[in-house]
């Protein structure tokens, strides 16, 4: 068969386009390291189980090629993981497991230096709400019930939470402000020390994520009263939301993905199309049914979007509270 030249020039282009699809595919950015994943929590809180078990997914399905090192820094309300972040000298193999003082640190802590609009979005992965617990030994099982016995405390009721000015402690000022009641606050590095001290006794209450408390309220150690969701949870269906009694309030915890600041572009592209899978794998699904989390995916633009508007938020939570 003759080859004309106009062939044989077809075919070399052919050919240099196909070369350079592979070696743009070939180029496409990786990590070539193991991956700091720092939490921004202590160690068996909902942070830090929803890092592990993103781990797991990530290793199982062989998503990625470096992998993902659970790194907890749960010091000084999160300012530890975000300094680490904000810090750190490999931005491209640095990614944080965020909770909402992701927004609270920072205004509290002006002093860190720290502007949560330069760190680069990866993915929201959903939202978790927040329930009301009482030790089962208390024969508390209704909300009023608790109003009650905290009132009759006078002062000495003692609740434990997630670290000072974020989440938990929002939440209990916000019971304290709206119900005339009087709570000592104790803050923890994580929530599974808060779950752990409540099912010891070691505390009165708490406002623990269901993931946090799951496995202590199904072994019957502890009571849930009401959630502050929009609806009621399917893992607590029978406990009254605080919208039923007459509060319009609620409130849930960020459960994001965030990469350094001064991540390149190709990086947080990997990133965010890695989290990605696993948001819509069967296993992350799964979990958020079981764990009685909302799902929430977000794009970049919609994660910068939703920052300002819980930052908005927090500062006024956070000037109500007198922080």
Known sequence: MKTTKRAFLGMLSATALAASTLSGAANAWEPTKPIDFVIMAGAGGGADQIARFIQSVAEKGKMTPRPLIPNNKGGGSGAEALIRLN????????????LN????T???????????????PVAMMGVDPFVLWVHKDRNI????????????????????????????SLVTTWLEQNYDLKIKYIPYKGGGAVAKDLAGQQIMSSVNNPS???GFYENGDVVPLVSFSDERLPLVADVPTV????????????????????????????????????????EWQGYMASESLSPLWMDASAQKDYWQT???RHKELLEKMGE
């Open 310 to 312: 819980q930052v908005a």
């Open 243 to 282: 919208k039923e009694l007459d509060k319009d309030f609620s409130y849930y915890n960020q459960r994001a993905v965030v990469g350094a600041p001064g991540m390149s572009d190709e990086a947080a592209a990997y990133y965010q199309d890695l989290f990605k899978k696993i948001y819509e794998s069967d």
């Open 212 to 214: 946090e408390a799951k």
């Open 101 to 104: 003082s992701f927004f609270t």
């Open 141 to 168: 099982t209704s909300f009023e019930d608790w109003q009650a016995a905290v009132k009759e405390a006078d002062g000495e009721w003692v609740m434990g939470g997630t670290g000072k000015g974020q989440e938990d």
């Open 87 to 98: 810090g750190t000298k490999d931005p491209d193999h640095t990614i944080l497991v965020t």
């Open 106 to 120: 920072p205004l509290r802590q002006p002093n860190l230096g720290i502007d949560i609009s330069t760190f680069t």
